[in-house]
């Protein structure tokens, strides 16, 4: 079973690049710092290309026993079809992050070590590794160690501003998240308790529907949710996202929030099959179809820009949680089809919602405010900016083309074929209600009456070119072809039914 | 010959518990700090004295008793050094 | 009764008491403490359930208490930041409301 | 048997008691003194379990390291008397209903347990000789589950980092604002000059014995940071400006170290982590004394705070 396979140090790779990074940082000092990133993003990258490689080809998982020690007593990693589909889309949102930050963050050579600089790429490197140890991790204690990680590196992100209201909203978010944190470890124990193992594979084969399973499995989920921000634990997002520095911002919203929910699909597909329950996976629909109700209209109410996006995140959230009811105890073709809708609206808003913070960042930027009501002609001046918006906002309302159309239209396929239409009501007033806040911003900036606005300082074109990059990765998910996906479906011999 | 050592422990160790307790009512019936300091530096050097040299008959090596024995001198050095501290601090409140 | 379900029930009672804490202390240091006896329940279920494992002439499972060593440093350094996120926001504002007014029907869920 | 669990019944009694103490204390000074004497407690029932690995690092960090800091807090805080009062009385009515229903659950699972014990320590004697350590928590840290072990140095690494980045642009280079109290003859000093060599021989000897016996890194780091701040506080060595190379050399060198090992294994021993077999505890007793070394310094740092003065040239 669980033994080490050809490429299997890849996943080692994955982990520890981003680590030795940091690790040299701290020896050397921060005016290193430019060019130890210079060599670590394309390393780390270029690993999570052979990884997604490998399992692409081989169509085969990748597994690797740290130290040699098999589970239950040592730790595995294993990668799947939904790990390598993370994370090369992480590798790509992370490397355009670096660039698009290069500059803001950039170390000055002859000068003294500074603040920012140093902090700020040293989270993105611990975050890179965190959430790979995540994508990775086949053990639930492993993960718990991988999920601080996480923690701890996107917190000091959002106050990285240092103003009162980043420090509140940065405490706010730790104190969920370490809540969080804690729920998931009591779950972990009973875990343990009841089966001795916490290898996701061994306990797979082991969990029966009984009351410890059950009720590690509630405060694992409930913990998760904390940190995934789902609705209604979703008050620390907003101000945490939209104080951090834009760059932040963008990689908080579109791939640290993900994280957990990875480790929420994993706990329900993978280390516990024989709990699926579809009550359980209906209350997790509805409340994320309440993430996507409340998420969308608060985001209509907002004044500024940078909170209108991280709003839109709360409901963008509640799309992947139809992953459940609609893949759970439903029939072939439309359990898979589900699957693959559910996991390529993750993508596609990674993609869309990063574009999109980055355009909002470099809005604030050139203007020197976010305030929506005085957006007024910003079209004009920063059209590229104001197109990359437009796009990234295409794919989360789900107009094709874009991976958001695509995703959302096989949930709904699925939603109907299976007869829950209910939940295709609620995509598709959330996708008019995206539409709202979308356009409301859209026409403030290309209205024709308004002044062409006074510009505080002026954006590289190079940012904006990696926004607009990004939102095209968001629109060309767009072009997967409307069936199960093969590459999600890696490693996963019980949701049958698939072409190969 | 155990059965001495044992009734040894006994009494010793019950002699310091019984310092302890009454140390604990002091520091909470004594009516000011520097009294109540008396009453906890008292409970520590005694008590905790008592104890150790209770305990010194039931281990089985030399190591273990000489571990035990500096366990007491350290508390007892460190105890004082911070009783210290404090009466200080509180005379200086007083006079202030 | 014995050791393990004494020692059970109390690890159950202090998760109990740390998440009402967490909920309805307002102050952020307090906040903190309840965090920290939330994490020592938790801990103690480790304990109990290693103490329940007792095998190969081991008091306990080593499994699970080296997970709570882990633990406890992963618990203190979360202290660590929050402390000083609380010390700096206070620097900053002078006062440490946390402003939790709307933050709290949401953390009723969390248990 | 009964004797003890008449004790086991008086010790859970008591740490349940000064746990809703520390919760519901009106001020937030008493919480937090009675929080420390929790910790103490908390050790104690540690042995009770058979852990003495863990009350040593409960002590030494749950009680010790955490109290200190938060009552740094508090006297910066300089918080009096009672503060903010408690949530509304319905929240608190439905929190506690809630907190209770959590607790009753958990402890059904305990008193009523589905399944026979479960265990790995078998596998775990069975397998701990090819390690060359004795102690088998050790074992478990830094053989069969060092992957956890090494991540959660980056863990700790990461949060000094988030210390030291609430600190505003200017004094990023800076001195932490530990409160020194330097004053020539005063008891203090006398007590930092005497404390710390007995202080530093105890760490050697908790890390050294950590692989046979109870004791290791974690702990020995815990007394070796604790002596260091007594050293700084009373004023006998400076407190140093965070991007002193020495300082940042020896945060790094524990972690580096445990990974330059493990990246090592890969080649001499076919995996990443893997010891070979006949230097197995040498390799072991290096890494725990370079971690003793790094976490020392990391948690001495985390509790100086961070940089609040700039750095005299």
């Known amino acids: 079973m669980a033994s080490t396979t050809p490429g299997g140090l890849l996943l080692v790779m994955a982990i520890i690049i981003p680590v030795v990074g940091i690790l040299i940082q701290f020896m050397l000092g921060g005016r290193f710092v430019n060019r130890i990133v210079f060599v670590v993003l394309p390393a780390s990258f270029a690993v999570s290309v052979s990884i997604f490689a490998m399992i692409w080809s081989s169509g085969e998982p990748l597994v690797y026993v740290v130290g040699g020690w098999d589970p239950p007593l040592g730790i595995a990693l294993r990668a799947d079809g939904i790990s390598a589909a993370m994370i090369l889309t992480t590798a790509i949102v992370i490397c355009a992050t670096g660039i698009f930050a290069r500059q803001e963050f950039s170390q000055p050579d002859d000068a003294p070590e500074a603040r920012a600089p140093f902090v700020f790429w040293a989270l993105l490197l611990a975050i890179w590794s965190a959430l790979n140890a995540i994508f990775l991790g086949a053990d639930l204690f492993n993960l718990y160690v991988a999920l601080e990680l996480l923690t701890f590196a996107a917190v000091p992100l959002v106050c990285l501003k240092g103003s009162e209201a980043t420090f509140k909203a940065a405490l706010r978010y730790l104190l969920f998240a370490l809540l969080g944190s804690m729920l998931y470890l009591l779950g972990t124990a009973m875990l343990y308790g009841g089966y001795g193992t916490l290898d996701i594979a061994l306990l797979s084969k082991q969990v029966r529907p009984e009351p410890v399973a059950w009720v590690a499995a509630c405060l694992m989920t409930m913990g998760l949710l904390a940190k995934t921000a789902l609705f209604p634990l979703h008050l620390w997002l907003p101000p945490a996202h939209a104080g951090a520095p834009a760059a932040g911002s963008a990689v908080l919203s579109a791939l640290v929030v993900k994280g957990s929910f990875f480790l929420i699909a994993r706990l329900w597909f993978d280390a516990m099959p024989g709990l699926r329950d579809p009550a359980a996976a209906q209350l997790l629909a509805i409340m994320g179809s309440a993430a996507i109700l409340f998420g969308s209209v608060l985001a209509l109410r907002q004044q500024r820009l940078k909170l209108l996006v991280a709003y839109s995140t709360v409901a963008q959230i509640g799309y992947l949680f139809f992953l459940f009811p609609l893949v759970i105890g439903a029939a072939e073709p439309w359990s898979g089809l589900a699957w693959t809708g559910g996991w390529l609206q993750l993508l596609s808003h990674a993609f869309a919602k990063a574009a999109m913070f980055m355009a909002a960042g470099l809005i604030a930027e050139a203007l020197g405010h976010d305030r929506i009501a005085d957006l007024g002609g910003v079209g004009r001046v920063l059209p590229l900016t104001l197109v990359t918006f437009g796009l990234a906002g295409l794919s989360l309302m789900g107009v094709p083309p874009s991976g958001g159309f695509t995703a959302k239209w096989m949930l709904l396929l699925a939603s109907i074929m299976e007869g829950q239409w209910w939940w295709s009501l609620v995509m598709l007033a959330g996708g008019l209600l995206a539409g709202g806040y979308v356009f409301m911003v859209l026409g403030k900036a290309f209205s024709a009456a308004a002044e062409k606005p006074a510009i505080a300082m002026p954006v590289a074109r190079s940012r904006e070119v990696i926004a607009l990059a990004l939102a095209l990765c968001a629109i060309s998910l767009g072009f997967v072809p409307l069936q199960p996906s093969e590459l999600l479906q890696i490693g996963r011999p019980e949701i049958p039914g698939v072409v190969r | ?96 | 009764m014995n050791v393990v379900m004494l020692f059970g029930i109390c690890a159950a009672v202090l998760v109990g008491l740390g998440l009402f804490g967490l909920i309805v202390r307002p102050h952020p240091l307090r906040k903190i403490l309840a965090l920290n006896v939330l994490s020592s329940g938790v801990f103690l279920l480790f304990g109990v359930i290693a103490r329940r494992g007792t095998a190969a002439g081991l008091g306990g499972d080593p499994v699970p208490q080296a997970m709570v060593i882990t633990g406890i440093v992963v618990a203190f350094s979360s202290t660590a930041m929050a402390v000083a996120l609380v010390l700096r926001l206070f620097k900053e504002s002078g006062a440490v409301t946390l402003d939790v007014a709307e933050a709290e029907p949401a953390k009723r869920d969390g248990g | 048997m009964t004797m003890d669990i008449v004790f086991d019944i008086g010790l859970v009694a008591l740490l349940i008691s000064i746990a809703v103490w520390s919760i519901v204390a009106r001020d937030a000074f008493s919480a937090i003194m009675i929080f420390m004497v929790y910790g103490l407690l908390l050790s104690l029932a540690w042995v009770r379990l058979a852990a003495v690995d863990i009350a040593l690092t409960e002590a030494a960090i749950g009680a010790g390291v955490t109290g200190m800091l938060l009552l740094n807090a508090l006297a910066r805080l300089r918080m009096t008397g009672s503060d903010a009062a408690p949530a509304a009385l319905p929240l608190r009515i439905a929190a506690g209903v809630l907190c209770m229903l959590v607790s009753a659950a958990l402890s059904a699972l305990v008193l009523f347990p589905s399944g026979e014990p479960t265990t790995l320590a078998p596998a775990v004697m069975a397998r701990l000789g090819e390690s060359g350590l004795e102690n088998p928590v050790a074992g478990v840290l830094f053989v069969f589950r060092s992957l956890d072990t090494l991540l959660e140095k980056v863990v700790l690494l990461l949060a000094l980092l988030a210390v030291w980045s609430l600190a505003p642009d200017g004094l990023w280079g800076g001195i932490p604002g530990l409160r020194v109290f330097a004053e020539k003859k005063s008891v203090l000093v006398f007590l930092a000059q005497t404390l710390p060599p007995i202080g530093i021989m105890v760490a050697i000897y908790m890390c050294w014995v950590g692989a046979s016996e109870p004791g290791g890194a974690f702990q020995g780091g815990a007394v070796l940071a604790a002596m260091w701040i007594l050293v700084m506080v009373a004023g006998l060595r400076k407190v140093p400006s965070i991007d002193s190379q020495s300082v940042r050399l020896a945060m790094a060198v524990g972690p580096v170290v445990f990974l330059a090992i493990g990246i090592a294994g890969i080649f001499v021993a076919n995996s990443f982590l893997a010891y070979p077999s006949d230097y197995a505890k040498p390799l072991i007793v290096v890494i725990e004394a370079t971690l003793t070394l790094s976490i020392g310094v990391t948690l001495g740092l985390l509790a100086a705070g961070p940089p609040e003065k700039v750095q005299q040239p």
């Not at chain 2, 008396?38 to 004295?49: C, F, P, R, S, V």
């Not at chain 2, 000489?66 to 007491?72: A, D, H, R, T």
């Not at chain 2, 001198?73 to 409140?93: E, K, P």
């Open chain 2, 1 to 96: 010959m155990n059965i001495v050592l044992d009734i040894f422990t006994i009494a010793a160790v019950s002699a310091g518990a019984f310092v302890f307790m009454a140390g604990t009512v002091g520091l909470l019936r004594f009516p000011d700090e520097l009294t109540r300091l008396h009453a906890l530096t008292k409970a520590d050097n005694l008590g905790l004295g008592l104890i150790v040299f209770g305990l010194l008959p039931q281990m089985d090596n030399m190591f273990a008793a000489l571990k035990l024995i500096s366990v007491w001198l350290l508390v007892q050095f460190s105890g004082a050094m911070v009783t210290q501290l404090i009466a200080r601090t509180i005379r200086r409140g007083m006079n202030a």
